[in-house]
């Protein structure tokens, strides 16, 4: 007999006497196309592992599209929760003559009695299958593995607390002393940071002698991070801050202070050096070559197997500073100090990673000399020269237009706040999108409080319109589960689209529920866990939900990647399932019906069903 590939999970959770008991134990039984293995309901006699074949889980209770629950083929593991809860939810049936070698039920359920990690694999949630991949890539030598667990705590330096008496001799002593480049100043929630620079700047540029005290020279306020967050995050916040050192809190106490070379004593990668040739550009051609080297930094922190969430986070800080020193280069002072500019799509949310198309728009004080109707053409040149400085970096053009070089997209504060009145009003799909990007707007340019005014705007007129609401959460389903087409991709060229499968829904139900709720973070993630604080969704689904969304972008970027090395295009969303793993298949069956169930939750609560 065949016997099967037993070197992977969940094999390899067991030992060399309990894989052999399986080899021992196995049986084989074929199937003809059509037959059904395990009805609804029934008791199983016993776990397939398919040869040969495919099988389709089917939901007995439902029609067409929604009866697909999963499709099984060559290499694929089912049944075996079946077996653990005593009954088939569902029903299994062969799609294409099968051959599979069949584990008794009573090996199996002795096997999940000996070794609690293999049963728990047949029972664990999404989020803890992922975790159990990340782990595997580890022990498979990756030189992060260390370094992904590594925590804030493990890095901190003990803080140098003095007061605004101190003077600059007695701090510069203290700094060399404790050879430490900064000295926290104030006490409780007054802290202030003084670095060796700020000390030098004093003496030189601002009038201080050595007896002076360093008074208000400390910063505020102060960049800071949890003592239990990753060291991962630390260098994320450093980035996106353009800072060297961060200060850690734990609750309310600080604990200590993490500075950059300490980060980089435990992580070295191109991430830091590239976000130093971006701010250190003295020109745009500078830019250029800067921002040159992030494809590479992505393919070096993904074969080093760095978690998805840290990776977006690295390229969110890297992305949005390039975009801020393109605003610095290529638009007039005047304009910029009047004025915000805001990204949307993923690049507001967070979660680019590769270039993608320019989503950007401009905001423009009242009554500045800008928002004036006369200035309109040199106000759109600049916008068309900014908008080709984008693309020179490598940002194609917006098939939508939705850039500041499209006049649509480049208005006063009352003129937007306008549009979203209208667009609220009218509710038809275009009006709906154009609300659901403007959403996911992040300021990285100018100033600020423009797009938060902006965005309060449109949460006071549409968080509590329950129809619009309604048609805005209609979208999350628009596009129907893939789950059906497992079994249909028989040419490596066809593949499953999980931008509308798994990404779309997930980003657009969850900002669905942030809009409702007037949470204004961009990024699905951090909104995801301000549902949880809310009460809006539990713990545990909001992890399988951030874990799938994970999930749908490595799969897509680990494609775009080898698309871009044969010379390809980015844009292709379409995974081709036939290239993964037994067990990434399986994560991609599970992150599907996460999705599925997050739809019907959508459905049920803005009453889609009607």
Known sequence: MLEPDLNRIPFTLLDSGQRRRVLEGLDLGYYATGQVLLEAGASPECVY?????????VDP?????????????????????????????????????????????????????????????????????????LARRGAFGSTLAGFMLAKVRECLREPLIVSRA?????????????????????????????????????????????????????????????????????????????????????????????ELPDVLSHFSSRAHVVGLQIEQARDFDDLVAAAGGLTALVEGLMAQGVKLRFVMALLAALNARIVHR??????????????????????????QILKTDQDNGLILTDGNAWSDATRQEPLMAVMQDFSERLQRLGYPPCPGKIMVSNPAWV??????????????????????????????ARAVGGQATLLEGLRESLFRRCSRDELLLSHFARAALRFGSPLTLFGS?????????????????????????????????????????????????????????????????????????????????VGDDRVVVQRLSGFERDLLREALHTVRAFKQRLTHRYHLEY
């Not at 077996?83 to 090996?107: K, T």
């Not at 993630?525 to 994970?550: I, P, S």
């Open 166 to 258: 101190t003077s600059i001799a007695t701090a510069t002593a203290l700094l060399r002393e404790r050879r430490v480049d900064s000295l926290l100043t104030g006490a409780g929630n007054r802290l202030g940071m003084v670095t060796k620079s700020d000390l030098l700047d004093a003496l030189v540029n601002g009038g201080s002698t050595p007896r002076s005290a360093i008074g208000e020279l400390g910063h505020r306020p102060l960049i800071q991070v949890d003592i239990d967050d990753y060291l991962f995050a630390a260098l994320v916040a450093m980035t996106r801050h353009r800072i060297a050192r961060v200060v850690v809190f734990d609750g309310r106490e600080v604990a200590g202070v993490v």
């Open 489 to 569: 991709l028989k040419r490596r060229e066809h593949g499953v689209d999980v931008k509308k499968a798994g990404l779309f829904p997930i980003v657009h139900g969850v900002r669905t529920l942030a809009l409702e709720r007037r949470i204004a973070a961009t990024s699905t993630l951090d909104r995801l866990d301000a549902l949880v604080d809310d009460g809006r969704l539990d713990r545990a689904f909001a992890d399988d939900l951030a874990e799938a969304l994970a999930l749908f972008v490595e799969l897509r970027l680990r494609q775009q990647l080898e698309r871009l090395r044969a010379g390809g295009r």
């Open 49 to 57: 592992l398919i040869l040969k074949g495919e099988i389709a889980e």
């Open 61 to 133: 209770l439902q029609t067409g599209d929604e009866a697909w629950i999963g499709h099984y083929t060559p290499g694929d593991l089912f049944g075996g929760i079946s077996v653990l809860n005593g009954y088939s939810r569902y029903r299994f049936q062969v799609e294409q003559e099968a051959l599979c070698h069949l584990l008794p039920a009573a090996l199996f359920r002795a096997l999940c009695d000996e070794c609690p990690a293999f049963a728990d694999y047949f029972r664990q949630r999404l989020a803890d299958k992922t975790q159990r991949l």
């Open 411 to 440: 208005a006063s504060e009352s003129v937007w706040r306008g549009k979203i009145a209208r667009w609220a009003s009218s509710r038809d799909p275009h009006s709906l999108m154009q609300l659901a990007i403007l959403l996911d």
């Open 326 to 351: 393109t605003f610095e280069f290529g638009v007039p002072e005047s304009l910029r100090a009047q004025s915000c500019l805001m990204v949307m799509g993923s690049e507001g949310r967070g979660e």
